[in-house]
């Protein structure tokens, strides 16, 4: 049977809350009069905690119907409607009386609350608030502890539960912290308080525990003040951590970790070097003797590059080189470091002398992030050292040479080495991945990208049990209240577990939802069976294809940017302002809407369907012709900006393949946006057409024109 699917009904992000919400639902305006006048009753009691109003943001414009999609009637049942009841709308008060930190209404509204199915959100921000603000009386432990043996599976007792053990741990009570682990949805900070209450209970911890679970926030800078205390972190295990943070340029954490190393004459000296470590360099009037003193000259060499890496190395050369005065003050680690700084900061100002630097430093330690860069050095030379390549990717750490970019360029390199038959396995062992380099590499082995048989439909069993999970069905009521931010930690939690089938069934009920980012984050989870129609859903898809085809403009191409830019969320907005299902900031949209002559265009009409694909193909177009018609840097310009590619482009000194090209782009967001867009393009090309596909042939060669410039923004 065919049915036709509706618009997306539960898009709304996690900014709405309060009276938006009743959107959702306009029957609940009916309790707002009293619910409003308890409010106004209680909010005395929170005056002094009172926070700003919130702002109610307006619902995007009706969409008009899609077009018919062939999916079994089962499939498409998603929820029976939410009903309106009291309960309801006390859980929606409660949020809002939450974001106001009206805590006596919150309390007040828990009971009201409990009988909906979100009843028991209420009930855990009021316990979150009693469990870091304890009434006079202490924390109440029989309530937390009664809250998650009600609800043993819920995302919101394991969240508790976490709260509860980081909670315990900062005030001490390692016992407590013990019985409450382990929690299933753990982070660092939850592993770093268990390993301290171990610790502290008699379990002895070790250095490599310590290491490996670290990441900076109070759980884990408590446990290290407890090691280093007690002599079980030292400086073979500080030393790779602080160099790390400056790096990085995580100042704030380096000199965490220089507390620990340095005694107070040293760590003020340590002060002063991060300030102005040139004019510090040059007041030294002797050789540097000792760990602790050759390691601040090393700290302050390092850093040196930050200003500019033509002076650094200059300096360097000149007076610790093999012919400086200090010569031999220093041990070749630690220059080979500094080398490795230096080579990283040229590195990613595409400046061709990187990779002479890195071979300077040579084959030492380095971060993740360094011997990548390593790498993307050497890949940028006219002619590439391919037994350098396969070098500085084996002194990766084992994790990081599983990477199927690294997979796939040492499996270039052996290539290229005449190692034929080693290329072929490296490339075998990455080719079934669904990804940049899966099908980069099924191409070296003679294939073309095809979408994989779809698997059997979801049976009325399967979706039957999808629609009866709690998790899930809780989840798609936060989603049409229009609480992503609550919404998504829950359905993710849900899916804990699942098979293939559930994966698929899961999906299935949030394409009836017309959720679409779940949709297709759900479906990728799956690892044996593979439905390409949900993993790369194309909504709306006549009418994107429609303003695509208008301009002449690869429909398979736009459809891989919105999978990627918002996942077909219709009011998207990102930390930096873009919004939309294309992404636009104001500005852009604004200019863009002058050149086509949308002469209706009002800043406020940019989440509108309509308005933001014609504005966002118009705008993709535009960079496209740019950038001689190359999706590949039309796509980074549409993410970093448009100048960036042409900036980049004009920093070779010969024609590289795309590939060489897309690894080696130097902001993360925009180099990992790309590859997910190029390889998105050809799974959707390979949909459409149904015939095989190549990412080679869509990502093309590179070739430099010299000195460009454009004038669009």
């Known amino acids: 049977m065919t049915q036709t699917l509706?618009?997306?009904?539960?898009?709304?992000?996690?900014?709405?809350?309060?009276?938006?919400?009743?959107?959702?639902?306009?029957?609940?305006?009916?309790?707002?009069?009293?619910?409003?006048?308890?409010?106004?009753?209680?909010?005395?009691?929170?005056?002094?905690?009172?926070?700003?109003?919130?702002?109610?943001?307006?619902?995007?414009?009706?969409?008009?119907?899609?077009?018919?999609?062939?999916?079994?009637?089962?499939?498409?049942?998603?929820?029976?409607?939410?009903?309106?009841?009291?309960?309801?709308?006390?859980?929606?008060?409660?949020?809002?009386?939450?974001?106001?930190?009206?805590?006596?209404?919150?309390?007040?509204?828990?009971?009201?609350?409990?009988?909906?199915?979100?009843?028991?959100?209420?009930?855990?921000?009021?316990?979150?608030?009693?469990?870091?603000?304890?009434?006079?009386?202490?924390r109440p432990t029989a309530d937390l502890q009664k809250f998650i043996s009600a609800n043993p599976d819920a995302y919101l007792a394991d969240r508790l539960r976490a709260d509860w053990l980081l909670a315990a741990a900062r005030s001490g009570d390692f016992e407590t912290v013990r019985k409450l682990a382990p929690v299933r949805n753990s982070n660092a900070q939850i592993d770093c308080a268990v390993l301290d209450a171990k610790h502290m209970t008699g379990q002895r911890a070790t250095a490599a525990q310590a290491t490996a679970a670290f990441a900076p926030g109070t759980s884990c800078w408590a446990l290290y003040d407890q090691l280093v205390a007690d002599g079980i972190i030292g400086w073979d295990q500080l030393e790779p951590q602080l160099r790390?943070?400056?790096?990085?340029?995580?100042?704030?954490?380096?000199?965490?970790?220089?507390?620990?190393?340095?005694?107070?004459?040293?760590?003020?000296?340590?002060?002063?070097?991060?300030?102005?470590?040139?004019?510090?360099?040059?007041?030294?009037?002797?050789?540097?003797?000792?760990?602790?003193?050759?390691?601040?000259?090393?700290?302050?060499?390092?850093?040196?590059?930050?200003?500019?890496?033509?002076?650094?190395?200059?300096?360097?050369?000149?007076?610790?080189?093999?012919?400086?005065?200090?010569?031999?003050?220093?041990?070749?680690s630690n220059l080979a470091w500094v080398r490795g700084q230096y080579a990283l900061v040229a590195a990613l100002n595409l400046d061709s002398r990187a990779d002479d630097w890195y071979h300077e430093a040579g084959h030492i330690r380095m971060t993740e992030y360094n011997a990548a860069w390593k790498v993307r050095a050497a890949l940028r030379q006219p002619k590439i050292d391919w037994k350098w390549v396969i070098e500085s990717i084996d002194q990766m750490s084992p994790a990081q040479q599983a990477d199927s970019s690294w997979v796939y360029w040492k499996a270039r390199g052996l290539a290229a080495s005449g190692n034929k038959e080693q290329a072929a396995t490296a490339y075998a062992s990455i080719a079934d991945r669904f990804d940049f380099y899966g099908q980069l590499a099924a191409e070296e082995l003679g294939r073309r990208i095809t979408v994989p048989p779809r698997p059997a439909p979801i049976s009325d069993k399967e979706i039957t049990e999808a629609r009866a999970n709690p998790g899930l069905r809780r989840a798609i009521q936060l989603f049409r209240l229009g609480w992503r931010a609550e919404a998504v930690p829950e359905w993710n939690f849900s899916l804990r577990g699942m098979s293939d089938r559930q994966l698929m069934a899961a999906a299935e009920l949030a394409r009836a939802e017309n959720i679409y980012d779940r949709v297709v984050n759900t479906s990728d989870r799956t690892e044996k069976e593979f439905d390409f129609s949900q993993r790369f859903i194309a909504p709306f898809e006549g009418r994107v294809t429609a303003k695509a085809n208008a301009i002449a403009l690869d429909p398979a191409w736009v459809y891989g940017l919105i999978r990627q830019e918002s996942r077909f969320i219709m009011d998207a907005r990102s930390h930096v302002g873009a919004s939309g299902l294309m992404q636009l900031m104001p500005a852009t949209a604004k200019w863009v809407a002058g050149k086509i002559g949308m002469s209706n265009f009002t800043p406020d009409s940019v989440n509108d369907f309509d308005t933001n694909t014609e504005l966002g193909t118009n705008y993709l177009n535009m960079v496209l012709r740019d950038l001689n018609g190359s999706q590949m840097l039309a796509s980074a310009g549409y993410n970093a900006g448009p100048r960036r590619p042409h900036n980049w482009r004009s920093t070779f000194t010969?024609?590289?393949?795309?590939?060489?090209?897309?690894?080696?782009?130097?902001?993360?967001?925009?180099?990992?946006?790309?590859?997910?867009?190029?390889?998105?393009?050809?799974?959707?090309?390979?949909?459409?057409?149904?015939?095989?596909?190549?990412?080679?042939?869509?990502?093309?060669?590179?070739?430099?024109?010299?000195?460009?410039?454009?004038?669009?923004?």
């Not at 106004?40 to 009691?45: F, L, R, S, Y």
């Not at 507390?259 to 470590?277: G, S, W």
């Not at 040196?304 to 003050?329: C, T």
């Open 654 to 713: 010969h024609p590289v393949e795309g590939a060489i090209f897309a690894e080696t782009i130097p902001f993360n967001e925009t180099r990992t946006y790309v590859k997910n867009v190029m390889s998105n393009s050809v799974y959707y090309a390979a949909m459409f057409t149904g015939q095989p596909q190549s990412l080679k042939e869509r990502l093309g060669n590179i070739v430099p024109l010299g000195a460009e410039s454009t004038s669009i923004p």
């Open 244 to 332: 790390d943070a400056i790096e990085a340029n995580k100042t704030t954490d380096a000199r965490k970790f220089a507390q620990y190393m340095f005694e107070a004459r040293d760590l003020k000296t340590y002060d002063q070097l991060m300030k102005d470590p040139m004019k510090w360099l040059t007041r030294q009037d002797r050789q540097p003797v000792g760990r602790n003193e050759k390691e601040l000259v090393t700290i302050a060499l390092a850093r040196l590059a930050r200003s500019d890496v033509s002076v650094a190395d200059s300096y360097l050369r000149r007076e610790w080189g093999k012919s400086g005065d200090w010569s031999k003050a220093m041990a070749k």
């Open 6 to 138: 509706q618009p997306g009904r539960y898009q709304k992000s996690a900014r709405k809350s309060g009276p938006a919400a009743f959107q959702a639902a306009p029957g609940l305006r009916r309790w707002l009069p009293l619910l409003a006048l308890f409010t106004a009753a209680c909010a005395p009691v929170d005056a002094q905690q009172r926070s700003a109003s919130l702002n109610v943001q307006p619902q995007p414009a009706a969409q008009a119907p899609q077009p018919a999609i062939s999916v079994p009637p089962a499939v498409l049942a998603g929820l029976p409607p939410t009903a309106d009841t009291p309960a309801l709308a006390a859980v929606v008060a409660a949020r809002e009386a939450m974001n106001r930190k009206q805590w006596s209404v919150l309390g007040a509204l828990v009971p009201q609350a409990k009988p909906d199915p979100l009843g028991m959100y209420p009930e855990y921000w009021l316990l979150r608030y009693q469990l870091w603000s304890p009434p006079a009386t202490g």
